[in-house]
């Protein structure tokens, strides 16, 4: 079981920025998935990754990937409060799911 969560490399985002995006995106795609992969994904470690994608369209392009394997995914839009503007989309969360599908959609990904 894995999850992967895809940050934006184009926005410049700070360090804590970036690390409240990612985890907001693993909570949100935690929630989305069902009881049985929750405990399993829980019960194996809660492995994470963290990848790299050049913009908004590789996001939702990954995101449409994932809907159609059936994994859980959430796509963050950030609030505006701080670095960026309200509804700009900034982190893809894919999974949990189990690991060969994940990689599916994300494998070619490189690490952030």
């Given at each position: 079981?894995?999850q992967?969560?895809?940050?934006r490399?184009?926005l410049?985002?700070?360090?804590?920025k970036?690390?409240?995006?990612v985890?907001?995106?693993?909570?949100?795609?935690?929630e989305?998935?069902d009881?049985?992969?929750?405990?399993?994904?829980?019960?194996?470690?809660?492995?994470?990754?963290v990848?790299?994608?050049?913009?908004?369209?590789?996001?939702?392009e990954?995101?449409?990937k994932?809907?159609?394997?059936?994994?859980p995914?959430?796509?963050?839009?950030?609030?505006?409060?701080?670095?960026?503007?309200?509804?700009?989309?900034?982190?893809l969360?894919?999974?949990?799911?189990?690991e060969?599908?994940?990689?599916k959609?994300?494998?070619?990904?490189s690490l952030?």
């Open positions: 079981m894995k992967v969560i895809a940050a490399t184009d410049g985002m700070g360090q804590g970036l690390a409240a995006q985890a907001h995106a693993s909570l949100s795609a935690y989305d998935a009881r049985r992969t929750q405990k399993a994904w829980k019960g194996d470690g809660q492995k994470k990754v990848v790299k994608v050049a913009g908004e369209s590789a996001l939702f990954l995101a449409e994932a809907r159609v394997e059936g994994l995914n959430a796509i963050i839009r950030d609030a505006g409060h701080t670095q960026l503007d309200s509804g700009t989309a900034t982190t969360a894919v999974g949990p799911g189990e060969s599908l994940v990689d959609v994300t494998g070619d990904l952030f």
